[in-house]
T-cell receptor
Framework: DVKVTQSSRYLVKRTGEKVFLECVQDMDHENMFWYRQDPGLGLRLIYFSYDVKMKEKGDIPEGYSVSREKKERFSLILESASTNQTSMYLC??????????????FGPGTRLTVL | GENVEQHPSTLSVQEGDSAVIKCTYSDSASNYFPWYKQELGKRPQLIIDIRSNVGEKKDQRIAVTLNKTAKHFSLHITETQPEDSAVYFCAASRGSNYKLTFGKGTLLTVNP
């Protein structure tokens, strides 16, 4: 059973703080993703990684960075948090596409509030 | 890049009725189309997917159809039940780059 975990369910930070969101998966998946989910906007991709130390920008990377030092761990970093980064952040992982397709398995999400 | 449009944004049906959610995509190279269900307070989970070499796929009360020429695909839920109430997301992918582009979601409410 695939398990994707995120370091916090709820987080409250102040404007200008550096924020780390961590995601860990236990299925040896190659690919990992960070999304933010806002009402009416769906799931928007921030960054993804298809291998250790590799990263690619998604659709809304501005104000974020990522780190993937180990295969199972993918971190999202907000260098200087702003109020417009208040959102639900979802991590996901997937294996390299094969006959099963590239189903993504999601973590429980971190609701971040920036004051 | 890929753009996925999803309609309607909200859908309310009576228990036992059918529900249909439609999506269109822009990238003709997309070849993988999954549907995710997100119950209130829970994480999104895959419920069904279809590849571009198939026109229709069924799984019990759920079916997905794909029209590659028109670049649209649909989710059909028959005999809806209250536990079908959730937000449903469609997505599209080229497959080779692993990235999914999601629609904005449809809030389905099934009234008992």
């Amino acid at each position: 059973d695939v398990k994707v975990t995120q370091s916090s369910r709820y987080l409250v930070k102040r404007t200008g703080e550096k924020v780390f969101l961590e995601c860990v998966q236990d299925m040896d998946h190659e690919n990992m993703f960070w999304y933010r989910q806002d009402p009416g906007l769906g799931l928007r991709l921030i960054y993804f990684s298809y291998d250790v130390k590799m990263k690619e920008k998604g659709d809304i990377p501005e104000g974020y960075s990522v780190s993937r030092e180990k295969k199972e761990r993918f971190s999202l970093i907000l260098e200087s948090a702003s109020t417009n980064q208040t959102s639900m952040y979802l991590c996901a992982s997937s294996s390299t596409p094969d006959y099963r397709g590239n189903e993504q398995f999601f973590g429980p999400g971190t609701r971040l509030t920036v004051l | 890049g890929e753009n996925v449009e999803q309609h309607p944004s909200t859908l309310s049906v009576q228990e036992g009725d059918s529900a249909v959610i439609k999506c269109t995509y822009s990238d003709s190279a997309s070849n993988y189309f999954p549907w995710y269900k997100q119950e209130l307070g829970k994480r999104p989970q895959l419920i069904i997917d279809i590849r571009s070499n198939v026109g229709e796929k069924k799984d019990q009360r759920i079916a997905v159809t794909l029209n590659k020429t028109a670049k649209h695909f649909s989710l059909h839920i028959t005999e809806t039940q209250p536990e079908d109430s959730a937000v449903y997301f469609c997505a599209a992918s080229r497959g080779s780059n692993y990235k999914l582009t999601f629609g904005k979601g449809t809030l389905l409410t099934v009234n008992p």
